[in-house]
């Protein structure tokens, strides 16, 4: 079955040290992203990525990295620079917008990170 | 920027009743707004979408209604079922593009046998 896959569901980390989330998708998408999740707030964008070798920086980008070297794969690293990272890491895909389709985001289960 | 408020964050019907969310917005530049269900320990997933040249769109059970006037916009429900409990998250954009998505604080719908 085609879908999104993130590793790890669930991470713990200790103040200090970076962390990893890996992301990949077997959509044959383009476009791939990371949200972050927060009790009680909306979904809220750290990057996306249109195409290999390119990604560019959402809302909330501070203390993240990412990367895009494969079309299926876009791993998000939480830096030791986060303030504040425990909290749920959505990856997502999109189709391309051709033909009257719609930007339809196809998620992952998520990551729960947590800082001790 | 766009800014999405929603209502109500927590909302339980009983089974078989109606429920009704409700979504505004900010930009009237806004076309484009899809309703996500999150389920318990998954991600959220497409239920359905109105663009804003339709007033009103619906599907099986689920229908949305769009006021462009007003901004705002509405999911119901109705004859709700167990498995209709979730999380429901509406959004708004000015275009297609997942990255211009933004999104409301969600909804918990509990739907009680």
């Known amino acids: 079955d085609g879908g999104i896959t993130q590793s790890p569901k669930y991470l713990f980390r200790k103040e200090g040290q970076n962390v990893t989330l890996s992301c990949e998708q077997n959509?044959?998408?383009?476009?791939m992203y990371w949200y972050r999740q927060d009790p009680g707030q909306g979904l809220r964008l750290i990057y996306y990525s249109q195409i290999v070798n390119d990604f560019q920086k959402g809302d909330i980008a501070e203390g993240y990295s990412v990367s895009r070297e494969k079309k299926e794969s876009f791993p998000l690293t939480v830096t030791s620079a986060q303030k504040n990272p425990t909290a749920f890491y959505l990856c997502?895909?999109?189709?391309?917008?051709?033909?009257?389709?719609?930007?339809?985001?196809?998620f992952g289960e998520g990551s729960r990170l947590t800082v001790l | 920027g766009e800014n999405v408020e929603q209502h109500p964050s927590t909302l339980s019907v009983q089974e078989g009743d109606s429920a009704v969310i409700k979504c505004t917005y900010s930009?009237?530049?806004?076309?484009?707004f899809p309703w996500y269900k999150q389920e318990l320990g998954k991600g959220p997933q497409l239920i359905i979408d109105?663009?804003?040249?339709?007033g009103e769109k619906k599907d099986q059970r689920i229908a949305v209604t769009l006021n462009k006037t007003a901004k705002h916009f509405s999911l119901h429900i109705t004859e709700t079922q167990p498995e209709d409990s979730a999380v429901y998250f509406c959004a708004a954009s000015w275009d297609n593009y997942g990255q211009n998505f933004v999104f409301g604080p969600g909804t918990r719908l509990s739907v009680l046998p």
């Open positions: 997502a895909s999109s189709r391309p917008i051709t033909g009257g389709v719609t930007g339809e985001l196809f």
């Open positions: 930009d009237s530049a806004s076309n484009y």
């Open positions: 959509l044959n998408h383009d476009a």
């Open positions: 109105i663009r804003s040249n339709v």
